[in-house]
């Protein structure tokens, strides 16, 4: 997912060219925007935490890029290209490293397991979608 801080960058373009560039092949991709009840089910295991409100307001406040990849290790692989959540940890040529501001504004959501890449594709595409 690229988030809304990234779209308003105008950084879609630059991620893509990096996520393909890298090997991913996009098999489902829509330009949407999330709604409030949208954003507390997709994060609703953070739902606890205390940053979960401001979570919600910033993935609802503009539009995002939905997609799901493929590539052998994709998980884990995609993991690598995006970087460390708080992008001054990120390596040095990674998504998050080259577009994200900060820890919460972090430019791109990637999935954590295969199980959950799967969830999360699941959310936001149909299977008619998916090709």
């Given at each position: ?14 991620i893509?060219?990096?996520?393909t560039?890298?090997?991913?092949r ?10 409030t ?10 739902k ?14 503009g ?9 052998d ?13 708080n992008p ?6 990674t ?10 504004e972090?430019a791109?959501h990637?999935s ?20």
């Amino acid at each position: 997912m690229i988030k809304p801080d990234a779209v308003e960058n105008g950084y879609i373009g630059a991620i893509l060219d990096k996520i393909t560039a890298a090997g991913f092949r996009i098999v489902a991709m829509k330009y949407t925007q999330l709604s409030t009840r949208d954003a507390e089910i997709f994060y609703a295991i953070h739902k606890e935490r205390p940053f979960f409100g401001e979570l919600v307001e910033f993935m609802t406040r503009g539009p995002i890029v939905v997609a799901i990849l493929e590539k052998d290790n994709a998980v884990d692989d995609f993991r690598a290209l995006i970087g460390a959540t708080n992008p001054e940890e990120a390596a040095e040529g990674t998504i998050r490293k080259l577009y994200a501001a900060s820890i919460g504004e972090n430019a791109v959501h990637g999935s954590d397991s295969d199980e959950n890449a799967a969830i999360e594709g699941a959310f936001h595409f149909s299977g008619r979608e998916i090709y």
